[in-house]
């Protein structure tokens, strides 16, 4: 029987973090055995914020090897660079023609855009979730695997796949999110503002490249509070996710003694970071010092990268000469 086909992105704007990890590469890793998997680097994805050009490469070859450090085998997944596969631009300007700007404006995403950056509110940002659904429909994609905050571009890749099918025949699957464990992992940031994110507060974000003292010096940082007075009283957000974090990175029986503290009262945050701390920085050394020495390989970075694409690219091109046939691009 054939697997079930699977498709995830992550964008090339800087060094991959916890939320990244826990909110989408730890579930590519359980899925590599059981589907045909394709992820790859956006790099297309993060032109939207005009990156340098003689940083491009890097960037992506980075996102690749922290990848691979984090449990991706190349041999049983398709890894590549999104560039790397021209027929995505063509799935892209397809899709283009059956996306609406009033659905595009609306997205939440784009809004934020237009808030943090007034000065360049290009045409690329609008159409960020057709370039997306390009991606995961190029392979006929039926599961992809991404955090809580990419679950309207999946709402809207669905809705742009059934509006081609009602035009030009039944051709896509509607894709839909999967996680292992159901729960969508969201990380906050370690200041209590927002999601932890590539670009934003790195003194409040926990990055896999990050050294032991730079995670103490972090988690020591962290919002708290003067805890709670009342027993069993409801935790605020960001003491919540210090609890997420370190169900995610230490025993659980530690994460038990701290909450048991917390529901009575006696919790001391010095001493819950300082543990946290700890396991955290057992946690990501082994993966920081693996893609340290991933991106010194270059060579073998861009062999798994160029055999990534090989395979995207079979898939790619029959989804592309399907959808023209379909469209009565179909000439001679
Ligand atoms: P970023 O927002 O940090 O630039 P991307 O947009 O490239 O990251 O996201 C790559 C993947 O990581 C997506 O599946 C996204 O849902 C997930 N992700 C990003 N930030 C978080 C977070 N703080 N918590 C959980 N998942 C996240
Ligand atoms: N938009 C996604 C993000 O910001 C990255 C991405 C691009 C993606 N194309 C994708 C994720 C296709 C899943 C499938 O996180």
Do not use: W
């Amino acid at each position: 029987m054939s697997k079930e086909i699977v498709v995830s992105g992550i964008r090339s704007t800087g060094y991959l973090h916890l939320g990244n990890y826990f909110g989408a590469i730890q579930n590519y890793v359980l899925m590599q055995d059981n589907y045909d998997c394709f992820f790859f680097v956006a790099d297309y994805h993060s032109l939207t914020t005009h990156p340098k050009p003689t940083e491009l490469k890097q960037n992506v070859f980075r996102v690749a090897a922290e990848n691979i450090a984090s449990g991706l085998d190349p041999e049983k997944v398709a890894l590549y660079a999104q560039s790397d596969v021209p027929e995505t631009a063509e799935l892209y300007l397809i899709l283009n023609m059956l996306a609406y700007m009033g659905e595009l404006e609306k997205v939440p995403t784009f809004k934020d855009k237009v808030r943090q950056q007034p000065d360049n509110v290009n045409a690329g940002l609008l159409t960020y979730p057709v370039l997306m659904a390009a991606d995961i429909l190029l392979h006929k994609a039926v599961k992809v695997p991404v955090g809580k905050d990419q679950e309207q571009h999946l709402e809207m890749a669905r809705n742009f796949a059934s509006r081609f099918n009602a035009r030009y025949g039944d051709f896509f699957p509607e894709p839909q999110v999967f996680r292992f464990n159901h729960e969508a992992v969201k990380i906050m940031s370690l200041d209590g503002e927002g999601k932890m994110s590539k670009s934003e507060n790195i003194n409040a974000t926990i990055y896999l490249s990050d050294e032991d003292d730079v995670i103490r010096k972090k988690i020591m940082k962290a919002k708290t509070d003067s805890g709670p007075t009342e027993p069993n009283s409801v935790m605020p957000e960001y003491i919540q996710n210090l609890f997420l974090l370190m169900s995610l990175c230490s025993k659980p029986e530690t994460v038990e003694s701290f909450r048991s503290n917390f529901n009575n009262c006696n919790i001391r945050y010095g001493d819950m970071k300082k543990q946290l701390a700890e396991d955290m920085a057992t946690f990501v050394a082994p993966i920081r010092e693996h893609a340290a020495e991933l991106q010194k390989d270059e060579e073998k970075l861009r062999k798994i990268l160029k055999a990534g694409a090989e395979k995207a690219r079979e898939s790619a091109s029959k989804t592309i000469e399907g959808a023209r046939k379909l469209i009565g691009i179909n000439y001679y």
